[in-house]
């Protein structure tokens, strides 16, 4: 992980502002436990940064480590956004909002770097 997170480090400041963005964000769901879709951010989340860490470890720092979101968000935005109109009122609601909008923009982004990466461009650095 602090290998990964050194790579992480060395891109420009808005990726590294992004990336940890990201991690309290969907860390953040152990704040509302008590709700479903807490539950459901929280075990994706784990899935996703277990799939990352194998991956890297497996392929380098390349553009593929967009896949594990692509394979672990893609279902979680579908689920997310099928429940919205059931989020919980106040904070767990706003944080579900703000939760669903960051990672459907970061879905676009690893949607394009998997492509890329299968079409030959696979160095982030």
Known sequence: ????MGKVFSQPLWVQVWVCW????NTA??????????KVVLAVWVGNVITMMVL?????Y?????????I???PLVVYLFSQRR?????????WLWILL??????????????ARYFMGDGALE
Not at 29 to 38: C, R
Not at 86 to 94: D, E, I, K, R, Y
Not at 101 to 114: H, K, R
């Open 29 to 38: 769901a152990v704040l509302f436990l008590k709700h479903k879709a807490a």
């Open 1 to 4: 992980m602090l290998e990964f």
């Open 56 to 60: 890297f470890e497996m392929v380098g």
């Open 72 to 74: 672990w968000w893609t």
């Open 22 to 25: 990201m991690m309290l964000l």
């Open 101 to 114: 909008f960051t990672n459907s923009a970061s879905l676009v982004m690893d949607y394009i770097d998997v």
């Open 86 to 94: 059931q989020f919980p009122a106040g904070l767990v609601s706003t």
């Open 62 to 70: 390349v553009r593929l480590l967009g896949l594990p979101h692509v």
